[in-house]
């Protein structure tokens, strides 16, 4: 198995481990989505929006707040060691917390449980993020973050509608049962990818895991192709979500196309999103690296633009299948490109910096565009977005054209702190 660092000579992708990843993550992705629905519906139940409110912050802060914390963690105990604690620390409080909500009908547990998952959650995070880089060579890893990404956007497909089955069928308790089995199965098969790699040696004298934290950030301060890579995809995260989000139900409210006008453009869209990305999976390391950064930014950026313009439903619809076609090359192609300027030994630090920033998107997009729509109206902000998106493929131009990472060594910045680098063995 390749270490995260390849050369042209490394081996083919590991296949085997690379399937297992995938069946794994299938699993816990969609348990989480359903046990998300299952408990945002039970909660409306117990105390209406404040309630919901409640389960929602304590799910999601302490997930943000720790993704740094696990990603110094990762680097420091490896990612086995990592994932194969916490996930089973998160069957046992998903089976406590489905025996819990089975005998009390109060919100009090799924506050808690919502709260210790989302801890487990961020501290694992980084963890399950570095594991492609050891499984396939870098000319590879295109292709297998093309496969990844396609159980990324099948996971909510399948997750919200298994969830609202689940609530009819047995209540909250089915849902947590289920998603606790989605971590069993997740625990079986990283135990089987990460299995040959060793804990990282440990240093003498290094930083304490709380100054790590903001190793993420230090990084991104210290290397130019890391950080440029960065903002690439933090502009494309943050250009699509308010159209997305806002602006598509709105204009469809005020075109009178109903609600159906808008599952149809984001299944639209979704459809083309998978195929292009299964497309990548298998030839994603024959397209040349520029024409996946900045060709498809650009034509992302445009066909934005068009969506925003086009006069019914139906060319919606045609419009952001094209989009997604063009999303699913670029969506893989910016995760590797920021995966291969990440120095050795830190990218359990860059990946946790990297979500946290997918996470942060979704707020910061809304709270950016929702007041400038009340000046620019819909139309305006969104072709404002779509000249937003401009920037990934500007920014992954620059990235290109700056000198690629150095080893870490004595020339490295002493403020970047690197921890060694795991090793992995071949099994």
Known sequence: MAAPTTDPTAPGIDWRRLGSLVTGQAAVQAGSFALLIAMSWTA??????????????????????LLLFGGALTDVLGPRALLLRATSVRVLVLAAGAVVTATTHTLWPLV??????????????????????????????GRANSLFSMVLRLAPIAGAPLGAWLVVVGGLPVAMGAAAAGCVLWLACAAHVTRGMPRPEPTAQGPSLLRRSGDGFRLLAAHPRLRWM????????????????????????????????VAVVLAAFSAGALASAALGAALAHRVPVPVKLVVTGVGLAAGMGAMALVPSPGVLAGTAAAVGLLSGLNGPALVTAYQHAVPEGKMGAAMSTFA??????????LALFTPVSLHLGVTGTWLLCAGLALVSPIAAAVALRAAPEKAQGASAPDRIRTAPETTVTSV
Do not use: N
């Open 112 to 141: 808690v449980i919502a709260l210790a998952d989302g801890i487990l959650l961020g501290l694992t995070g980084p963890a399950a993020g570095v594991l492609l880089p050891y499984l396939a060579p870098k000319e590879h890893l």
């Open 230 to 261: 960065f903002v690439a995809c933090f502009a494309m995260d943050l250009a699509f979500l308010w159209p997305a989000e806002v602006a598509l139900p709105l204009r469809a409210a005020d075109h009178g196309w109903g609600v159906g006008a």
């Open 356 to 365: 946290l920033s997918g996470i942060g998107a979704a707020p910061l997009s």
């Open 44 to 65: 409306v139940q117990l105390g209406g929006r404040g309630a919901v409110t409640a389960v929602t912050l304590a799910a999601t802060l302490p997930r943000a707040l």
